[in-house]
């Protein structure tokens, strides 16, 4: 038992962060409260004196302490709110859905009448799609390599990036087939009907590709949110048992 | 951060504002102290405090917020490093972005204080 267990429990209690977050800053402050105990030790202070100085040196005002919470909200995400118990589940509801709409998908593209209204187009946002889940697959395979929490972290971006490129992607490959469409309609005033339609069609099949495939990276960017939290919660833990 | 600060650019000048001034001056001198070596948390408040001659004691409470928005902006990196006993400590090391912010803080601090003393005169010896 730590000579500053009351002390870091209270601290703890003040801290309105997610228990993996609070986990590590309670680890930090009690790695330097036991270095500045031994630094007072040093100076010719008793066992007492020593473990008080240093409570009161590391002792966080309610400012500094606003400022930590705030500091790391902005670098928390709106899952990690939620608790890692109910996150757990909507992952599994989450992977349980893309799994029935690849399964869906499959189904219903099998005979072809699906893809019909895809156009070349589409071929970008199949290429984020496979780089999507290229990426998921690393970020996934990284957990078992004991990385850096924070790096973790950073790589949590990537989903989103590819997700928001193929909705730009999308709605680009869809401008450029009406633009594609106005210049034959205007080319071949008799064919315009069928021209638009047919633009319409593809246009709209691409821009529900970008979009599908922005669902499905958001999909995965919460099942790796909800790993890394899980994964910074066992650092956390770890760290303090080892303290 | 000064007001001045964007994160996608230099610190350009300081503003005469007194909470953008501590924040700032927290942060060079943090940074500083960690530009020749990396340091765990209770060496830099004393590194802090022997190079100002006492002058700047910090208290520790106040060092860990300021530490994890310079990690958060990526100017500064923090590992955990077991060190005797099992216990494990947070060291802290200054990234690239960081010693340009650094650098940028040093020359914006430099402004400052000439401007300062331009105003305020200095003492005749």
């Not at chain 1, 309670?26 to 330097?32: P, T």
């Not at chain 1, 078992?144 to 929490?149: A, R, V």
């Not at chain 1, 495939?213 to 890394?228: D, E, H, S, T, Y």
């Amino acid at each position: 038992m730590s000579r500053f267990n009351e002390f870091l429990h209270r601290t703890g209690e003040r801290m309105a962060l997610p228990k993996a977050t609070r986990g590590l800053i309670l680890v930090e402050i009690a790695s330097d409260l036991e270095d500045l105990f031994h630094f007072y030790l040093q100076q010719g202070l008793s066992e007492e004196d020593a473990a008080s100085r240093a409570e009161e040196k590391v002792d966080m005002s309610d400012e500094a302490l606003a400022e930590l919470v705030r500091v790391h909200s902005e670098v928390r995400s709106w899952t990690e709110r939620i608790g890692l118990g109910a996150q757990a589940s909507l992952e599994r509801i989450a992977m349980t859905l893309l799994v029935l709409f690849f399964v869906a998908a499959a189904v219903l593209s099998a005979d072809g009448r699906v893809l019909i209204y895809l156009t070349g187009f589409v071929w970008p946002i199949f290429a984020i799609l496979l780089l999507l889940v290229a990426t998921f697959a690393v970020q996934m395979a990284s957990f078992s390599d004991h990385p850096h929490p924070r790096r973790l972290r950073e790589q949590l971006a990537t989903p989103l990036f590819l997700g928001a490129g193929s909705v730009v992607v999308g709605f680009l490959s869809a401008g450029i087939q009406l633009y594609q469409a106005l210049m034959g309609m205007a080319a071949d005033p008799p064919h315009a009907g069928i021209l638009f339609s047919a633009a319409v069609l593809g246009s709209t099949a691409t821009v529900v590709c970008s979009l599908l495939v922005a669902l499905i990276a958001g999909f995965l960017w919460f099942v790796l949110a909800g790993r890394v939290a899980r994964f910074e919660e066992a650092v956390a833990e770890k760290l303090w048992e080892v303290r | 951060m000064p007001a001045t600060h964007d994160p996608a650019g230099p610190v350009t000048r300081l503003e005469l504002d007194p909470q953008s001034l501590a924040r700032s001056c927290h942060e060079a001198m943090i940074l500083a102290a960690l530009a020749d070596e990396p340091r765990h948390g209770y060496q830099l408040a004393l590194e802090i405090e022997e190079r100002s001659g006492g002058t700047f004691r910090f208290n520790h409470g106040t060092l860990y917020p300021i530490l994890h928005k310079l990690e958060a902006d990526s100017f500064i990196e923090g590992t955990w490093t077991a060190s005797t006993g099992k216990r494990r400590r947070r060291r802290y090391c200054l990234t690239a972005a960081g010693r340009e912010h650094l650098s940028a803080l040093r020359g914006a601090w430099e402004t400052f204080v000439a401007a300062l003393f331009e105003v305020i005169g200095r003492n005749q010896p």
